[in-house]
């Protein structure tokens, strides 16, 4: 349980005491406290560990085994559950909070969520879900869904999970690489106030993932007809009156199946452990967010991205979480910011995105709401600019705010707040503590300057693995190859003198549109189905009018013969729409001549992204025909006014 | 300013601008159909939510070259094709399309 700590005092504050006490000197500022959390990486892990009060058994020691961030291994002789931990403390507290378009709000205790917990977890064993078996889940925001994730973590099952509104394409992909043994449903979706049946989707699901063995439903709605059973959560809870003993797992125990689609092949099935991800987490809502009892936490996500899980597990810290199912501006222009107010929200996670729908919308939002309880306000998903910090504290409460960064691969951030320090438009406040942040330059790897974000030391919530990938081989390809002995991230990164961090957007070939992450080859697969299309590149080009300051241009090689015209450019649209998600529709579709190639044939994302936005090509000696960037920079579409 | 329902017919050219802007960015072809009414209101039918609105005032504005007052952003301007042609339409700045 969370301890309450004295009026005023931020948990950070107390870490670092414990810390000095631990290290035995004392860190005058959160730079001394960073340096030491990464230049004696086991004490400040064991330290944490302690001082998060987490319910464990075995042995702490050792703390770290294996060499360097690629194959360090922390606390392989420590046991935990991850459900457990987020549902200690009081029967009678608000834990969870959940809100439909329609208005209608649910308040869940601890003590009911915890019933619900081991009532589903109970009647999942009985089903024959053991350790290990993954369960997927197309599910809304709704308090539901958060229950059925604990109940799977409370049996050692693999929770893995996209929200309905993602194309069948696309969830096919994921799922089918995970051959899950049960898939968690809801029936159906409101999303600005049209409904949605789920049915047709998740008979697709059923009859395309042979290892399918039942279907749950996570609402009341009306059952498909499919070849497995299917039952409703109350079918399949069992209320035994036995005392509930948590198992507890290995620290590296599967927690999480996360995706991330990139430039070529399926996405990636990233496998985060049960350990790695409570601690960083905990760690990340108490010492650099100050999350606490008493807090009211709303972040605004769907289950399938992994600020979903980040949220859920502030639980742990004893906070509530507010969850919105549905649209943000749906019946009201403003419903987000009323549900904001009126749950009482001390701190409010929001995206560029939309405070740049605010502000488009002249909608002030200090002028319709008092917002009596925030204290914090972060933002993540895309490049919080400077002159947004401006708007949230003229427009929105004059509090800090966090911009915070990192992503999937991680399941938690590089860069982020830090309590009770100044906070620098444009800039997120720290790196986090146990990560040794540094930015690789034509110089090397350094600690202040421009380049690509990598990690030196190694982190807990490192994942265990990519799912299906044996040898580890996709995994080093993924992270190791790039910088041999650092995890390379795919982000640009400035780090400054007094170790203040701005990301500058990505640096691989994966887009990030409107605040969500669009692997390329997810619109290629898409587009293998019209004949017309020779070969496709998907890049994206900075304008400062588009939403998130990136828009999504897609560039085609036409088959010969074959034009692009109106009626092909909105069939490519509608499929990709249909096929993948609204995120992947284009901005702009443009036919060339000829698209940059590589001399080993490969098409070259990164040719066309540095041509398209007025950068020298850095690999244009690479090219075997650089006179399509000649072409690709004159298209009159391509052109920002 | 507001513009009051008007029984004559829809300025052509200004409603083709809107379905077509509609069709590139949200229904790819199916706008005209979804339309049925030109009173419908877009929020509640599907057509377009509210930051697709932005996007469309943003364009419009490009488009025509006039400038929308930010006090007339409302429902009683914007939701609906008729609504939103009579409003550009009676627009001091209008010039047609």
Redesign the interface.
Known sequence: MVAERPRGETALASFTRRAEAAAARLFPDFDALHGWSVDDAPAFWRTFLDFADLATEGEIEPVLVGDGVERGRFFPALRLNYAENLLRGADDDAVVTGWDEAGAVTHVTRGALRDGVVSLARGLVGLGVRPGDRVCAVARNTPATIEAALACAAVGAVWSSVAPDMGAPAILDRFVQLAPKVLLTHSRFTYQGRTTDLGPLVESLQRAIPALERVILLDEGSAPALDVPVHTTAQVRCADGAPWRWDRFAFDHPLFVMFSSGTTGPPKCIVHGAGGTLLEHVKEHRLHGDLGPGDVLYFHTTTGWMMWNWQLSALASGARIVLLDGSVSHPAEDSLLRLVDASGVTVFGTSPVYLQYLDRSAIEPAKRFGFEHLRTIMSTGAVLHQDQFAWVRAQFADVPVHSISGGTDIIGCFVLGQPGAPVRDGYSQAVSLGYDVQVMTADGARRTGIGELICASPFPSRPVGLFGDADGARFHRAYFAENPGYWTHGDFLELTEDRQARILGRADGVLNIRGVRIGPAEIYAVLQGFDAVAASLAVGQEDARAIGGLRLVLLLEMAAGATLDRPLALRIKKALKERASMAHVPAVIAALPGLPTTHSGKLSERAATDALNGRTVRNRHALRNPETLDALVAHPDLTLG | MSASPDPAPLDPALRTVIVEWL???YH???ADSLITDNEMSF??N?IL???G???LI?FIE?RLTLRVD?GD?SPDNFDGMGKMVRYLVAHPDYRGV
């Open positions: 069709d590139d960015n790819f072809g199916d929020l509640h599907g939510d509210s930051l609105f932005v996007q943003l490009e930010r952003l």
